[in-house]
């Protein structure tokens, strides 16, 4: 801490947290301002010394904490992508645009939230963590409700623990689902919530007849854990009961909670666990080989970043052959967008179709090894804007069916074979 340990910022955006964050500062005796992004914080935080600001005004934001005598903010609460066309720029934006146009053109989240924090220290501020001035809103080890986990319940949560450890160096979402040693999904950028949902789904049209299984929520190795901690909820603990799951095993003092009484309310009045669980490793994994070969068809050829999301989304899936798992991965610029556990390679692709807007063709699919690049799988690439397909293999030889290359030319869509066998790191053409 920089400044006055009981003086803090906060920095909005949306839901509950920054106001709790709020509450408990001022609780102990401190005193906080806070930075009210327009459109995302809640409105409830006018309660306290406030600014609102546009997204684009990073100066305003930056005189007003230091004006209220604020040097250590937290960042926290919902934020999107920035849109251009909401901007309404203050000169500190116009100073910084070199810097905030690569912040826009990163390629991932974790790149976007490491460049907005070197931005505010720049100009004077020390961003810290929740942990550093709220550690009351973080789930402490053991069972926080009345039910326990099971043994098969805690082998599900170290399943869980350990894949999403083994998937952070590709700045994969948080959050697993593992029921009985399967991992049924795992949340790309469509949030916790969104993923739960569609685990619900699919239970459903199964009639119903799976039950149990594990949400296991907690941060990627090499996270900022000041500006990204996971969190949960209420909402949390509602879908994963509308899902059928036994509990929510968490990263003890490493994911926040949201409205603590009525989650774990929530959680006792659905017969739901929610536990913290410790001694899981911060550290990356062993990193897994990209460099491998990529063998082109047809009369589309990939580009060098298109090639390079190729052997990332390989990469991908020689990680999750490990877990026995991994039907599909898309990609946009490094940006993972969704991975697929043993869903068709086309519904993966339409759910990933749903979550991007605009009209521009870009973004990759890879198939993974046991699942054919068919035409139904190009038609869906087609349909949802994506650049184009490679299939996994070990061997070289294309997994695609007859006249796939034509089709996909056709379609205006590249196609290629990527060889994870291979150490070439190149791509060439058949």
């Known amino acids: 801490?920089?400044?006055?340990?009981?003086?803090?910022?906060?920095?909005?955006?949306?839901?509950?947290?920054?106001?709790?964050?709020?509450?408990?500062?001022?609780?102990?005796?401190?005193?906080?301002?806070?930075?009210m992004v327009d459109g995302a914080a809640d409105a409830s935080l006018a309660m306290f010394p406030h600014t609102v600001v546009n997204w684009a005004q990073p100066g305003r934001a930056t005189a007003a904490l230091l004006q209220a005598g604020v040097r250590d903010v937290v960042m926290l609460g919902g934020y999107r992508r920035p849109n251009l066309r909401t901007a309404r720029p203050d000169?500190?934006?116009?100073?910084?645009?070199?810097?905030?146009?690569?912040?826009?053109?990163?390629?991932?989240?974790?790149a976007v939230l490491r460049g907005l924090v070197a931005l505010f220290e720049t100009r004077g501020l020390h961003v810290v963590g929740v942990a550093d001035v709220?550690?009351?809103?973080?789930?402490?080890?053991?069972?926080?409700?009345?039910?326990e986990p099971s043994p098969q319940d805690r082998a599900d949560a170290e399943r869980g623990f350990a894949l999403v450890a083994a998937l952070g160096r590709y700045?994969?979402?948080q959050a697993t689902v593992?029921?009985?040693?399967?991992?049924?999904?795992?949340?790309?950028?469509?949030?916790?919530?969104?993923?739960?949902?569609?685990?619900?789904?699919?239970?459903?049209?199964?009639?119903g007849s799976a039950r149990g299984g594990v949400l296991v929520k907690r941060p990627k190795p090499g996270q900022d854990l000041r500006v990204d901690l996971p969190a949960i909820g209420p909402s949390t603990v509602e879908n994963a009961a509308s899902a059928g799951l036994s509990g929510v095993a968490v990263m003890a003092e490493h994911v926040l909670c949201a409205e603590r009484a009525g989650a774990i309310a929530e959680a006792n009045a659905r017969?739901?666990?929610v536990a913290g669980f410790g001694k899981q490793p911060l550290s990356e994994p062993k990193r897994t080989n990209e460099d491998c070969a990529i063998t082109g068809f047809g009369g589309v050829s990939m580009d060098d970043a298109a090639a390079a999301d190729v052997r990332r989304g390989a990469g991908i899936l020689a990680t999750l052959s490990a877990f026995e798992t991994g039907s599909a991965v898309i990609i946009d610029r490094r940006?993972?967008?969704?991975?697929?556990?043993?869903?068709?390679?086309?519904?993966?692709?339409?759910?990933?179709?749903?979550?991007?807007?605009?009209?521009?063709?870009?973004?990759?699919?890879?198939?993974g090894r046991g699942y054919e690049a068919d035409e139904g799988v190009l038609h869906a690439a087609a349909e949802g804007k994506f650049a184009g397909v490679a299939a996994v293999s070990e061997t070289g030889a294309p997994n695609f069916s007859e006249g796939i290359a034509g089709l996909a030319e056709k379609l205006g869509l590249f196609v290629g074979s990527v060889d994870i066998g291979s150490k070439e790191g190149e791509h060439r053409r058949d």
């Not at 906060?10 to 930075?35: C, D, F, T, Y």
């Not at 519904?347 to 890879?366: C, F, N, T, Y």
């Open 1 to 35: 801490m920089t400044g006055p340990a009981n003086r803090i910022g906060i920095i909005a955006g949306s839901g509950s947290l920054p106001r709790e964050v709020a509450e408990s500062v001022v609780a102990r005796g401190g005193s906080v301002h806070v930075v």
């Open 171 to 173: 700045d994969i979402g």
């Open 134 to 147: 709220a550690r009351d809103l973080l789930i402490e080890d053991g069972p926080q409700t009345q039910r």
């Open 178 to 207: 593992v029921a009985n040693g399967r991992v049924e999904a795992i949340e790309g950028a469509e949030g916790t919530d969104r993923m739960l949902k569609r685990v619900a789904e699919a239970r459903r049209g199964l009639g």
């Open 335 to 367: 940006r993972v967008i969704a991975v697929g556990t043993d869903e068709a390679p086309c519904d993966v692709i339409r759910r990933a179709a749903a979550l991007r807007s605009g009209q521009k063709r870009r973004g990759i699919v890879v198939v």
């Open 271 to 273: 017969e739901l666990f």
């Open 91 to 110: 000169l500190a934006f116009f100073q910084m645009l070199p810097a905030v146009w690569r912040l826009l053109r990163a390629g991932g989240d974790d």
